[in-house]
């Protein structure tokens, strides 16, 4: 019974800022690497931000200086906070879990974001 929850998307307007969380059940978060991932309409989809377990972060250079990501593993859950939201932002956020040192990943069913005046 694994799962990835995704919540706290919905619609801002550009300049606005909105925390998604993913919450986490069924496995040992402790040991999984965490990521964001985002798909727009058309568009394949991309990583957003990641955080390995001992909590080295890294962004894609489109969300750099504006995302933060976070995890606070007594809660089993992973954070991504967006500052600064461009239309281009829009897309679904996915919630993606990396066992390390092996290939099994998890993934959350995404929730929306949408940017728009």
């Known amino acids: 019974q694994v799962q990835l929850v995704e919540s706290g998307g919905g619609l801002v307007k550009p300049g606005g800022s909105l925390r998604l969380s993913c919450a986490a059940s069924?496995?040992?978060?402790?040991?999984?690497?965490v990521g964001w991932y985002r798909q727009g309409p058309g568009q394949q989809r991309e990583l957003v931000a990641e955080?390995?377990?001992?909590?080295?972060?890294n962004y894609a250079d489109s969300v750099k200086g504006r995302f933060t990501i976070s995890r606070e593993n007594a809660k089993n859950t992973v954070y991504l906070q967006m500052n600064g939201l461009k239309p281009e932002d829009t897309a679904v956020y996915y919630c993606?879990?990396?066992?390390?040192?092996?290939?099994?990943?998890?993934w959350g069913q995404g929730t929306q974001v949408t940017v728009s005046s």
């Open positions: 993606k879990a990396k066992r390390i040192m092996l290939e099994e990943v998890h």
């Open positions: 069924g496995f040992i978060f402790t040991l999984y690497h």
């Open positions: 955080i390995s377990n001992g909590g080295k972060a």
